[in-house]
């Protein structure tokens, strides 16, 4: 959490007459009406972009309140924002707050979750967005490996299901170097095939996850490698395919 954005955020909140109280939120105007973090959230958060400031300290504003209220909605404002008549956003101010929130030791649930139901879903923004948050140094993770930088590759990759393939494969191709990936890159490739906007060749996923050094027991990793094999791209274009998996105990 970066204290200065959360303070920000919090300064903010109480010019708009809303306060923390010892089990939730309340506002000015309804005092006796306890908010969640998520009311809070849905309520105030776009007032953000209204505010007479520069864009980028907008989006700092906004990066503070989603630090305070870990609520994915705060993400959904910031991204009306940036596809909006307005946007977009500067991107250092919004893919470098997603990068530096990504590696924090802290619970990342609304931005991962953001990430890959609207950035990454949309074929729109889903190059720009994986090439920010991760294939833009995915090699400069692999060669200087540290703690931050392993953590955000390892949410990034886990939600990359609905990433095109093209755009995803040379970042998977480069994490596959690095076994400290390979738990996550396996997390990639089977919501690349099981996410219903997720997407991969069968034959490339197949050979990346060969080269996946995992525990004998990993769920589902037989199973996948079954449906590779026999050429499925996604689980809901052939729905029978993983149950004939399971059965058949591939």
Same mark, same amino acid.
């Given at each position: 959490?970066?204290?200065?954005?959360?303070?920000?955020?919090?300064?903010?909140?109480?010019?708009?007459?809303?306060?923390?109280?010892?089990?939730?939120?309340?506002?000015?105007?309804?005092?006796?009406?306890?908010?969640?973090?998520?009311?809070?959230?849905?309520?105030?958060?776009?007032?953000?972009?209204?505010?007479?400031?520069?864009?980028?300290?907008?989006?700092?504003?906004?990066?503070?309140?989603?630090?305070?209220?870990?609520?994915?909605?705060?993400?959904?404002?910031?991204?009306?924002?940036?596809?909006?008549?307005?946007?977009?956003? %500067? &991107?250092? =101010?919004?893919?470098?707050?997603? $990068?530096?929130? !990504?590696? #924090? /030791?802290?619970?990342?649930? @609304?931005?991962?979750?953001?990430?890959?139901?609207?950035?990454?879903?949309?074929?729109?923004?889903?190059?720009?967005?994986?090439?920010?948050?991760?294939?833009?140094?995915?090699?400069?993770?692999?060669?200087?490996?540290?703690?931050?930088?392993?953590?955000?590759?390892?949410?990034?990759?886990?939600?990359?299901?609905?990433?095109?393939?093209?755009?995803?494969?040379?970042?998977?191709?480069?994490?596959?170097?690095?076994?400290?990936?390979?738990?996550?890159?396996?997390?990639?490739?089977?919501?690349?095939?099981?996410?219903?906007?997720?997407?991969?060749? %069968? &034959?490339? =996923?197949?050979?990346?996850?060969? $080269?996946?050094? !995992?525990? #004998? /027991?990993?769920?589902?990793? @037989?199973?996948?490698?079954?449906?590779?094999?026999?050429?499925?791209?996604?689980?809901?274009?052939?729905?029978?395919?993983?149950?004939?998996?399971?059965?058949?105990?591939?």
């Amino acid at each position: 959490m970066e204290t200065q954005a959360w303070e920000a955020a919090q300064r903010w909140l109480a010019d708009q007459g809303v306060s923390r109280v010892r089990d939730g939120w309340v506002s000015i105007e309804a005092p006796d009406v306890l908010l969640t973090a998520d009311q809070v959230a849905q309520s105030w958060a776009g007032g953000v972009f209204t505010e007479d400031m520069r864009a980028a300290d907008q989006v700092r504003l906004a990066f503070g309140l989603l630090d305070l209220l870990d609520a994915y909605w705060v993400t959904c404002e910031m991204r009306f924002a940036d596809r909006g008549p307005e946007g977009p956003l %500067p &991107a250092d =101010a919004l893919w470098g707050g997603y $990068r530096r929130r !990504l590696e #924090a /030791d802290r619970d990342a649930e @609304a931005l991962t979750y953001s990430l890959w139901v609207d950035w990454f879903e949309d074929r729109g923004t889903a190059a720009t967005a994986f090439a920010e948050v991760l294939g833009n140094d995915i090699d400069r993770v692999v060669a200087e490996p540290s703690e931050a930088l392993l953590r955000r590759a390892r949410r990034v990759l886990e939600c990359s299901g609905p990433v095109p393939w093209p755009v995803k494969e040379p970042a998977y191709r480069t994490a596959v170097r690095l076994p400290a990936l390979h738990s996550a890159l396996f997390g990639g490739l089977r919501a690349s095939y099981h996410d219903v906007h997720g997407d991969l060749e %069968p &034959a490339a =996923a197949s050979a990346l996850l060969d $080269r996946l050094e !995992l525990p #004998a /027991d990993t769920e589902h990793f @037989a199973e996948l490698r079954h449906v590779l094999a026999a050429g499925h791209q996604n689980h809901y274009r052939s729905p029978h395919a993983w149950d004939e998996a399971v059965r058949t105990g591939s």
